[in-house]
């Protein structure tokens, strides 16, 4: 029989530096989850991921047993990083702040393809691209 689920938690945590202070413990303590093993368990998922938020998805069940699904970091942190800036622009449409290729915006979207609503590389391609703009980095043609 299937286990009854109580909630669904979604966080985005460093990898690898879960600990039981904000955001992580008021989020599950009142769940009754284990926090300090929660915090191991993701910390050990993540550790090769260092550096990223790393969204995470806790499916509470009312047996206090849990379980967790990492997703990609946000599509806005891998654009950051691939035009090697800091932050998006606060007026995206005057002021551009970086440069991806596509051959970067290809990588970005098959890194989060699994995270996005279509199976085509195409329409993924075009959902990153949205994101660029939004942030004020230019896509070289």
Not at 21 to 35: K, Q
Not at 43 to 52: H, I, M, P, R
Not at 86 to 110: F, H, M, W, Y
Request: aromatic share 4%.
């Amino acid at each position: 029989m299937a286990q009854k689920i109580k909630t669904i938690i979604k966080l985005q945590i460093p990898a690898g530096q879960a600990t039981p202070a904000p955001p992580v413990g008021p989020a599950l303590a009142p769940h009754g989850l284990n926090i300090m093993e929660f915090c191991q368990k993701f910390n050990e998922l993540t550790k090769t991921q260092a550096g990223w938020q790393i969204p995470v998805e806790i499916t509470v069940y009312e047996n206090k047993a849990y379980e967790l699904k990492l997703k990609q970091p946000p599509a806005s942190e891998l654009l950051k990083k691939a035009a090697g800036i800091e932050k998006g622009s606060g007026l995206p449409d005057k002021t551009k702040v970086g440069k991806v290729t596509r051959e970067q915006l290809n990588k970005i979207a098959e890194q989060k393809m699994a995270d996005l609503n279509t199976d085509s590389l195409e329409a993924a391609m075009k959902i990153i691209e949205g994101t660029a703009r939004n942030m004020g980095i230019e896509i070289e043609k």
